[in-house]
């Protein structure tokens, strides 16, 4: 850790959170508290507020993650480089798009973590940007993103174990994938992430959700640019309110089979799939 000495003591580094969930907020302070040079000196969820903060605060080290509001995260580190210069930004996202780790990296800032990652390798992260290294989760694909130092420190992460609140629990097998999510915000972020990696890809999508999540799901995938309309007309985006889809599906998992059990538009969209010779999720 970058130590300072202030009358005869290790100085503190400073640092400020910067994301819209507050059991974010909870988390890295309770992880940070486990190194007693770092201190957090402000929480805001806001990309304006960030820069502001950053400005009057000049922490040591900036937090911050990308999908803020009224600015985003790349930049507000744009705009906090130019008011606190000496600031260290690492970036904590569940983006996992390598064009935006290299726009984020772009901004001067020193590393970038996925979220699902951060229980392992946020101090590990937190470490090598204060030691004046640049920290890329090994997670994130692109290799050319990591020099060997990063890869090092990166691989050292992999043996600290903390469990971050908005990271999914999953259990996999080869063709299925479980998660578990700890509010609204985290499942909607995330699902929404999926359908939109699925339709870029040109896969379809099937998802049984309540008619709120469906709204929110919209909301952010249009938000993010994904024509959801025209992927619908496609019969590749295919939604389900899950009070019509639930009984019908339990039928399936009771022993009724497949074809009778499941809503016809999962049969549809399955023979669209194979017929275009798509991957189909069901979320």
């Given at each position: 850790m970058e130590r300072g000495k202030t009358s005869g003591t290790a100085k503190s580094?400073?640092?400020?959170?910067?994301?819209?969930?507050?059991?974010?907020?909870?988390?890295?302070?309770?992880?940070?508290?486990?190194?007693?040079?770092?201190?957090?000196?402000?929480?805001v969820s806001d990309g304006l507020d960030a820069v502001q903060q950053a400005q009057h605060l000049q922490p040591d080290l900036i937090l911050l993650d990308i999908g803020l509001p009224t600015l985003n995260g790349i930049e507000a580190a744009r705009q906090i480089r130019q008011v606190s210069p000496k600031s260290k930004i690492l970036f904590i996202s569940e983006n996992r798009s390598l064009d935006i780790v290299e726009h984020a990296l772009s901004t001067g800032a020193a590393g970038y973590v996925a979220k699902s990652d951060a229980g392992?390798?946020?101090l590990p992260a937190v470490r090598a940007v204060l030691e004046g290294k640049r920290f890329v989760s090994v997670s994130?694909?692109?290799?050319?993103?990591?020099?060997?130092?990063?890869?090092?420190?990166?691989?050292?992460?992999?043996?600290?174990?903390?469990?971050?609140?908005?990271?999914p629990?999953?259990?996999?097998?080869?063709?299925?994938?479980?998660?578990?999510?700890?509010?609204?915000?985290?499942?909607?972020?995330?699902?929404?992430?999926?359908?939109?990696?699925?339709?870029?890809?040109?896969?379809?999508?099937?998802?049984?959700?309540?008619e709120s999540h469906q709204a929110n799901l919209?909301?952010?995938?249009?938000?993010?640019?994904?024509?959801?309309?025209?992927?619908?007309?496609?019969?590749?985006?295919?939604?389900?309110?899950?009070?019509?889809?639930?009984?019908?599906?339990?039928?399936?998992?009771?022993?009724?089979?497949?074809?009778?059990?499941?809503?016809?538009?999962?049969?549809?969209?399955?023979?669209?799939?194979?017929?275009?010779?798509l991957?189909?999720?069901v979320g």
């Open positions: 580094v400073r640092v400020l959170v910067v994301d819209d969930y507050e059991p974010w907020h909870s988390f890295v302070s309770k992880t940070l508290r486990n190194e007693p040079e770092l201190k957090v000196i402000g929480q392992s390798e946020l994130l694909k692109g290799r050319a993103l990591i020099n060997r130092e990063d890869e090092h420190t990166a691989e050292q992460a992999r043996r600290e174990r903390v469990v971050a609140p908005s990271r629990r999953s259990v996999e097998s080869n063709r299925h994938e479980l998660r578990l999510y700890s509010d609204d915000a985290a499942f909607v972020d995330a699902f929404a992430h999926s359908i939109e990696a699925a339709l870029n890809s040109g896969n379809a999508v099937v998802v049984i959700a309540t919209l909301q952010h995938l249009r938000t993010d640019g994904v024509d959801v309309d025209a992927a619908a007309e496609r019969k590749l985006y295919i939604p389900l309110d899950v009070s019509d889809s639930l009984p019908t599906v339990m039928g399936a998992a009771t022993g009724d089979g497949f074809a009778r059990g499941v809503p016809h538009a999962i049969v549809e969209a399955l023979r669209t799939a194979k017929e275009r010779h991957h189909l999720a």
